[in-house]
């Protein structure tokens, strides 16, 4: 581009830039987090921030793009910055819509600072005002609910670890009730029981599991793989120590050809 149409291309742009309210730039830090360019949208929200009236949802926006940018990066210092502007939300001036993300961004603070337990209860709040219609997003946030209560369990003793396996299949059952197509509930209802010492059920599960999802195309493709690596390197090994203690090994081999057998059958 010649140096004269760069000039003027730039100083449209800063036009634009400059010409823009405060709740553009609030749009536009939305746009920019569901993008996944984090910097560009925490930057935007801050900017936005400034404006009171939009303090608090330009705060939840920043908040929540620093938590995700935490998840690439691993740097402490965004779960810090996040919590510091989830603290500068006020829920009274927030959407509806947006109570429903704080929620999930408070949960998301919470697991992200070893709170495993707590970030569930909100996770588990948030799944109430959640509609099913909104599946992927019902999806994803039932996930973060299983994983943290999953987590939690890890770190209980054994009696507690069990009622948290409990509560994660109670949930996982009911959801497959309502929705029999839903891919997180089918992947965690096999791993909790895994998890709550019914080897016999996960195993079943993950069977039904697989046939359910092998009828959703993309959709289930990574259901599909999450399921995979949960039989190979979970169930099987586990279930193979289970049946047949003196040569584990051999039954293994028997359970990995069954399970290939079961995905070819299924296979589209």
């Known amino acids: 581009?010649?140096?004269?149409?760069?000039?003027?291309?730039?100083?449209?742009?800063?036009?634009?830039?400059?010409?823009?309210?405060?709740?553009?730039?609030?749009?536009?830090?939305?746009?920019?987090?569901?993008?996944?360019?984090?910097?560009?949208?925490?930057?935007?929200?801050?900017?936005?921030?400034?404006?009171?009236?939009?303090?608090?949802?330009?705060?939840?926006?920043?908040?929540?793009?620093?938590?995700?940018?935490?998840?690439?990066?691993?740097?402490?210092?965004?779960?810090?910055?996040?919590?510091?502007?989830?603290?500068?939300?006020?829920?009274?001036?927030?959407?509806?819509?947006?109570?429903?993300?704080?929620?999930?961004?408070?949960?998301?603070?919470?697991?992200f600072d070893g709170q495993a337990g707590a970030a569930a209860e909100q996770f588990e709040l948030a799944l109430g005002r959640v509609e099913r219609k909104a599946a992927v997003r019902r999806e994803r946030l039932l996930d973060w609910w299983a994983t943290a209560l999953d987590r939690q369990s890890q770190s209980s003793a054994e009696p507690v670890a069990r009622i948290l396996q409990a509560r994660i299949i109670r949930r996982m059952e009911d959801e497959l009730r309502v929705d029999m197509g839903a891919t997180v509930a089918s992947y965690w209802l096999a791993a909790a029981a895994r998890s709550s010492g019914d080897i016999e059920r996960a195993w079943d599960a993950a069977i039904a599991g697989w046939v359910r999802v092998s009828q959703l195309g993309p959709r289930g493709a990574s259901a599909r793989g999450e399921l995979d690596a949960l039989v190979t390197r979970a169930i099987i090994p586990d279930r193979a120590r289970a049946v047949s203690p003196a040569s584990p090994d051999a039954a293994a081999a028997t359970m990995r050809s069954q399970w290939e057998a079961l995905k070819q059958a299924w296979s589209s």
């Not at 303090?55 to 908040?63: C, E, F, R, T, Y």
């Open 1 to 111: 581009m010649p140096p004269i149409r760069s000039v003027i291309t730039l100083a449209l742009v800063l036009a634009a830039t400059s010409a823009a309210g405060p709740r553009d730039v609030l749009s536009r830090a939305k746009q920019l987090y569901n993008g996944a360019q984090y910097g560009e949208a925490i930057d935007a929200a801050r900017d936005a921030a400034r404006t009171p009236a939009l303090a608090s949802a330009a705060q939840l926006v920043a908040a929540r793009a620093l938590l995700e940018r935490f998840r690439a990066s691993n740097d402490e210092d965004d779960t810090r910055q996040a919590r510091e502007a989830l603290k500068q939300v006020r829920a009274a001036d927030l959407t509806d819509e947006d109570r429903v993300e704080l929620t999930i961004a408070l949960g998301e603070s919470l697991y």
